[in-house]
């Protein structure tokens, strides 16, 4: 028999998650209090993870979307203001920025 969790938001059953779907969403919330963060790495680290095209590393955000069947387009948008904000440390760089390395000054 398999296991059911209730889904209070729509009074619906579904399936439970499996523990590797588990560590999936404990990926993208970690990067979500991660964009939060007052750290500038942190932050930074964070929104390129979010804003990354590339989905050829299993944990990556696009095939994590892909996996749940979640629209990467949609999440972006709900997460426009912590993307566009700039820790106090200064502000966060692009992910073209430096290639995504640290400058050598």
Known sequence: MKSIVQDTTEGRSRPAL??????????VD????????PDPVRHR??????LEENDQHAFSFLSICQHFS??????????????????????????SSNGGKASSR
Not at 18 to 27: D, G, N, Q, S
Not at 30 to 37: K, N, R
Not at 45 to 50: E, K, L, M, V, W
Request: charged share 15%.
């Open 70 to 95: 979640w629209s990467p387009a949609s999440i972006r948008m709900q997460l426009q203001q912590l993307l566009n904000t700039h820790p106090p440390g200064g502000p966060a760089l692009s992910p």
């Open 30 to 37: 970690s990067a979500y209090w991660d964009l939060q963060s």
């Open 18 to 27: 499996k523990p590797e779907e588990r560590l999936l969403l404990a990926v």
């Open 45 to 50: 680290t964070a929104r390129s993870y979010f």
